[in-house]
């Protein structure tokens, strides 16, 4: 099994550009997850999904953060226009099983610059 | 604020000495799980403990959970240098919370060889 793939690893832009992180999930996972990591505030979950419907995204932090799943092996996240104080690392995971119920797979995920 | 908080933030041990990394949590559970982080890396799952069972086991690997106290205890035996890497408690929010997990701050952990 690869396991979670996301893309791009590094991603560097400027001030104002739109920002597309990418997501392919483990084949046969139902949920998918997005979190963001700094330093300032850890691990936060911004959305996650349920068989390709968002279930609870009250932690995307702002309009300008908009999430998709198209289908049930690609998911993107998308920060349009993207500030500095976005910089981080977004990871996202995926889990066969209910959220509390079952580990989440981690990708590796993509380390965001914002200058 | 977060629901799990790990104590201490960071730890520095020889090899094949043990760590012992402590979290704590505020409401109740269903379950709450370890996972290790290595520089750069996505985080990897290291052991779940549902809130009926006390203690666990896998490998060198001891989880406590005492849910009275609201704590659980992650104990790394016969530490080696390759277990340097940050560990995070998580733990499944209430259905009030949205049936999330939720990630503590991590404790730092290096292994001196």
């Known amino acids: 099994d690869a396991g979670v793939i996301q893309s791009p690893r590094h991603e560097v832009t400027e001030m104002g550009q739109e920002v597309t992180l990418r997501c392919k999930p483990i084949?046969?996972?139902?949920?998918l997850f997005w979190y963001r990591q700094t330093m300032m505030r850890g691990l936060e979950l911004l959305i996650y999904?349920?068989?390709?419907?968002?279930i609870d995204d009250s932690g995307m932090p702002e309009d300008r953060f908009s999430a998709k799943m198209p289908n049930a092996s690609f998911s993107t996240l998308k920060i349009q226009p993207s500030e500095p104080r976005d910089s981080a690392v977004y990871f996202c995971?995926?889990?066969?099983w209910g959220t509390g119920y079952s580990p989440l797979h981690f990708g590796n995920g993509t380390r965001l610059t914002v200058t | 604020s977060q629901q799990g908080e790990e104590d201490p933030q960071a730890l520095s041990i020889q090899e094949g000495e043990n760590a012992t990394m402590n979290c704590s949590y505020k409401?109740?559970?269903?379950?709450l799980q370890w996972y290790r982080q290595n520089s750069g890396r996505g985080l990897v799952h290291l052991i779940l403990?549902?809130?009926?069972?006390r203690e666990k086991h896998s490998g060198r690997l001891r989880v406590t959970l005492d849910t009275s106290k609201k704590s659980s205890s992650l104990l790394i035996t016969a530490s080696r240098a390759a277990d340097t890497a940050s560990y995070f408690c998580?733990?499944?929010?209430?259905?009030?919370?949205?049936?999330?997990?939720?990630f503590g701050a991590g404790t730092i952990l290096r292994v001196k060889s």
């Open positions: 995971a995926s889990t066969g």
């Open positions: 403990i549902r809130s009926n069972e």
């Open positions: 084949s046969g996972h139902d949920y």
């Open positions: 998580a733990t499944d929010a209430p259905r009030e919370y949205g049936n999330k997990l939720v």
């Open positions: 999904f349920n068989n390709n419907v968002p």
């Open positions: 409401t109740s559970i269903n379950n």
